[in-house]
Nanobody
Framework: QFRPVESGGGSFEAGESLTLSCTGFGFSYSRNCVAWFRQAIGTDREAVAGIDRSGRTRYGDVAKGRFTVSIDSQKKTFDLQMTNLKPDDSAVYYC????????????????????WGQGTQVTVSS
């Protein structure tokens, strides 16, 4: 079962770093996919970074070299490390998993994921 749960959000100052973690993304499943998306108020949800079915790490334009994703095998978490935070990073961050039903879309397509967490709010002040 895929039941993503995000943690690590909160309020931060510009320039700080933070790590978001996701559990319940299907750590034990091979050829699974998992990704972080974010959505700010009044904007569409956008892909941040993820690991596709082939195990390749993917980054969206929003990552811009400041974000890194990884899997912590001991904690069984999927982590998003964010550095040099900017106010534009303020959004609800979602962990998405379960791409067992593929619609032929890219890793960044939200419809490719069948399980979503509730999201964690990240607020960055200048």
């Amino acid at each position: 079962q895929f039941r993503p749960v995000e943690s690590g959000g909160g309020s931060f100052e510009a320039g700080e770093s933070l790590t978001l973690s996701c559990t319940g993304f299907g750590f034990s499943y091979s050829r699974n996919c998992v990704a972080w998306f974010r959505q700010a108020i009044g904007t569409d949800r956008e892909a941040v970074a993820g690991i596709d079915r082939s195990g390749r790490t993917r980054y969206g334009d929003v990552a811009k070299g400041r974000f890194t994703v990884s899997i912590d095998s001991q904690k069984k978490t999927f982590d998003l490390q964010m550095t040099n935070l900017k106010p534009d990073d303020s959004a609800v961050y979602y962990c998405a998993a379960d791409c067992s039903r593929t619609y032929g879309g890219p890793w960044s397509a939200d419809y490719e994921y069948g399980a979503w967490g509730q999201g964690t709010q990240v607020t960055v002040s200048s």
